[in-house]
């Protein structure tokens, strides 16, 4: 059974940073994963923050974390970070860990339309003014 579990959440004050982990278990194929984060603010839709293809070490990013925010990975340890750096205030919500076995576009990932197989069960990230 393939779990995603993250972890790294909490408060910090606007500028500051934080590193989210998302430890995975589970996957057994060979195939093209991608694993990435979405977010959720209260009263918003959750939107695509960034992904990493596993193997081929490609990232992208959404337009509103470009330069300040990285994902990369730790394949011994099987997990996925996000540094957030530069935080601001609207980067407050739930930070969720997905993964996609097939993601035809990436820019599915940011605009809704990304087929996600798995979900963490998400960390708070909360930047005060």
């Known amino acids: 059974e393939v779990q995603l579990v993250e972890s790294g959440g909490g408060l910090v004050q606007a500028g500051g940073s934080l590193r989210l982990s998302c430890e995975a278990s589970g996957f057994t194929s060979d195939d093209d994963w991608i694993i990435g984060w979405f977010r959720q603010a209260p009263g918003k839709e959750r939107e695509g923050v960034s992904w990493f293809s596993v193997s081929n070490n490609i990232t992208s990013y959404a337009d509103s974390v470009k330069g300040r925010f990285t994902i990369s990975s730790d394949n011994a340890k099987n997990t996925v970070y996000l540094q957030m750096n530069s935080l601001k205030p609207e980067d407050t919500a739930v930070y969720y860990c997905?993964?996609?076995?097939?993601?035809?576009?990436?820019?599915?990932?940011?605009?809704?339309?990304?087929?996600?197989?798995?979900w963490g069960k998400g960390t708070q990230v909360t930047v005060s003014s």
């Open positions: 997905a993964a996609s076995i097939w993601l035809v576009d990436g820019r599915l990932w940011f605009v809704g339309g990304a087929d996600i197989d798995y």
